[in-house]
């Protein structure tokens, strides 16, 4: 299979990508890692006339602490935030979700600005960052904004990004001592990509009971869905497997997840409580040594 024929430029800076997005229009398309827009240019799923790589531009990758924050650049591929020493140690959570994420091709290419600016319902980084409480920074000629995870996804491959503008960073609040992080993905067995997930923020009181709760699930609707019903079932507990259980069986309470051809809506709910209940022990296990 053969994309349309397009043009492609190399921008050297975001401003220079948001003149070349400015002048180009419709027809314009940021190229980041390629590993979901060339499969879709490649199947006329999206035909952009030019293409404005990312790739080129200096200062968008790589992992750091800024004030109370991790801060992740768009261009950092899969690979290098499952490897990086700093998301291990502050939010192994994400370590997980990346480490799932493809094969090894995909995750050496592949980048988290590109993820989540695809917001495809079957990706992984979504349901952990929102898990996370990340908020995404986005640059246009305007200036930059900030948009909250959970008001960041708003449909199937949708997002509260404008056409003009450009994804350059996510941040993270680095987690509190005594919490934990963890991601758990049940993979469609023939694509890889999710058909359920769940991930999980925990903060344990040193009673043993939960501080905080942040749950988000993943395969259950056109977005990250945050599991309210497990959080506030958490909320002031002891963290015992009975109580974890508990709360995880309200993972899916009012979901409505699309039946596919390998998996039915109660399937996927069932599924969730499993999940969900995995990545909730892997935190508070977590989180009990931190
Ligand atoms: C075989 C295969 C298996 C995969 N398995 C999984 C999986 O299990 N889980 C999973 O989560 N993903 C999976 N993926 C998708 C993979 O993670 C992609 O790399 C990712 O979704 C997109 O990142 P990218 O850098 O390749 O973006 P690209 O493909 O370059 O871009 C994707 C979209 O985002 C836009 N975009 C990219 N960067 C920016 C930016 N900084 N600002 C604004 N817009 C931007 C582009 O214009 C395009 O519309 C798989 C892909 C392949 C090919």
Do not use: W
Request: charge should be negative; include cysteine.
């Amino acid at each position: 299979m053969f994309p349309a024929s397009f043009g492609y430029v190399a921008a050297r800076s975001v401003d220079e990508a948001l003149e070349l997005l400015a002048k180009h229009g419709e027809d314009g398309k940021i190229l980041a890692g390629g590993h979901s827009l060339i499969p879709a240019m490649k199947l006329r799923l999206s035909s952009p006339r030019t293409l404005i790589d990312l790739g080129t531009v200096p200062g968008l990758q790589g992992v750091k602490i800024d004030g109370g924050n991790l801060v992740i650049g768009a261009l950092t591929v899969h690979a290098d935030i499952a490897s990086s020493d700093l998301v291990r140690k502050h939010v192994p959570g994400l370590a997980d979700a990346a480490s799932v994420i493809g094969d090894m091709q995909v995750r050496n290419r592949g980048t988290i600005g590109g993820s989540v600016a695809h917001a495809d319902p079957g990706a992984d980084f979504p349901v952990i960052l929102t898990a996370l409480n990340a908020s995404c920074v986005v640059q246009s000629a305007a200036g930059n904004r900030t948009i909250a995870v959970d008001d960041f996804f708003t449909d199937f491959f949708s997002t509260a990004m404008n056409p003009n503008e450009i994804l350059t960073e996510i941040r993270l609040p680095l987690p509190a001592p005594s919490t934990g992080t963890a991601y758990a993905k049940f993979p469609h067995p023939a694509s890889g990509y999710v058909v359920v997930s769940a991930g999980a923020l925990i903060v344990r009181q040193a009673s043993g009971s939960c501080a905080t709760a942040r749950i988000a699930m993943g395969g259950l609707g056109s977005t990250p869905i945050r599991a309210t019903g497990t959080e506030q079932e958490l909320q002031g507990k002891a963290l015992t497997s009975q109580n974890i259980a508990a709360a995880a069986a309200k993972a899916a309470e009012g979901t409505d997840p699309v039946e596919d051809s390998y998996a039915g809506a109660e399937y996927k709910q069932h599924v969730a409580t499993v999940y969900a209940r995995k990545a909730i022990e892997a935190a508070v296990q977590r989180a009990a040594t931190n």
